[in-house]
């Protein structure tokens, strides 16, 4: 019995009423936006959140679980990851004009929302196009870009826990802050669709903000590169960027890992060589060295998840971004 039959016939009768897609020892370099990182020990793409539900209760009660949507912020280490992944991302994902809101499935990327909203003339959604990730993600770590965030435009939610239970909520139930979301209450429940209020507009002058968005982004940003966005959240009343490349780190490497020349807050992995080690090495390098010549610990946005291969580097950067 290889292993994809014998994850099958662990989930017993209900595996056969899965619709949707389960892989075995399954490289996440092929997931995340770094292209790198360890081997997944199970990861199932759901067909839908009913599919998904039905998943979630096969699974044991104490089953390490990472919902992933395009994995723009996720470093998974060398020595993978001992549970499981779920895939979120879906091209086919649903948007939906709700009353006054846009109604957007987890799975849906960012900018895709961004130019829907933008076809119903409707205008606050601009800055989503900037965003490198899924709905989901851009809830689940309240992003944004260019003095707009993501929470400010959430009407309801709807989520998941992992015995497959889905439950509309409100932002009342959050603790929502600066690339922060957290429920205020104990447990764990994934994002599956949010309903985002904008404001009625010109269709024109939002396809015009796109497209100046997305310009300033291709001229700011190492696009042409693997990377993951932005590694470090800016620190009040200053930059990431700034403080990194005013410590002449532009340009410095770990292994085949490299700050970028083009934003300092961006780590790149040319031609996808790097190991997930080296891009570890490379965020605890930087973080150590503003803290030692500014007196500033800058707080990763990169989620660090798995296991290490060898010696361990993350206990400066932590594991619970």
């Known amino acids: 019995m290889n292993m994809a039959e014998a994850i099958q016939f662990s989930l017993g009768p209900i595996g056969s009423n899965l619709r949707g897609k389960l892989l075995a020892e399954e490289s996440m370099a092929r997931h995340v936006s770094w ?13 839908d959140s009913d599919d998904l539900a039905v998943f979630l209760r096969t699974l044991p009660a104490d089953e390490p679980l990472c919902f992933v949507g395009l994995g723009s912020n996720l470093l998974v280490r060398d020595g993978g990851y001992r549970g499981t992944v779920i895939l979120m991302h879906d091209t086919h994902a649903a948007l939906s004009i709700d009353g006054a809101c846009v109604r957007a499935q987890a799975g849906v990327a960012s900018p895709k929302v961004a130019r829907f909203a933008a076809t119903q003339g409707l205008e606050g959604a601009e800055f989503l196009a900037g965003v490198p990730g899924t709905i989901g993600g851009a809830l689940a770590m309240n992003a944004g870009c260019h003095g707009a965030e993501t929470w400010q435009f959430v009407e309801r939610v709807c989520t998941i826990n992992r015995h497959g239970v889905l439950r509309d ?35 024109a002058q939002a396809r015009a903000r796109i497209r100046e ?3 300033s982004r291709i001229a700011s940003q190492p696009l042409n590169l693997p990377n993951a966005g932005s590694v470090f959240r800016n620190p009040p009343g200053d930059h990431a960027a700034r403080l990194i490349e005013a410590c002449g780190l532009k340009g410095f490497a770990i292994g085949a890992a490299r700050i970028s020349e083009k934003h300092a807050n961006f780590i790149v992995n040319p031609g996808g060589k790097a190991c997930a080690g080296d891009i570890e090495a490379l965020i605890a390098h930087a973080l150590r060295t503003v803290r030692d010549r500014h007196g500033i610990t800058l707080v990763p946005e990169v989620r660090i998840v798995g296991d290490a291969v060898g010696d361990a580097v993350g206990d400066a950067v932590g594991d619970s971004q």
């Open 35 to 47: 292209r790198a990182g360890g081997i997944a020990k199970r990861v199932y793409k759901p067909a």
């Open 169 to 203: 909520r409100s932002p009342s139930d959050y603790d929502i802050g600066y690339r922060h979301c957290a429920l205020h209450v104990a447990g764990e429940e994934w994002f599956v669709a949010a309903w985002l209020r904008f404001h009625p507009g010109s269709a």
């Open 213 to 215: 968005l997305l310009a």
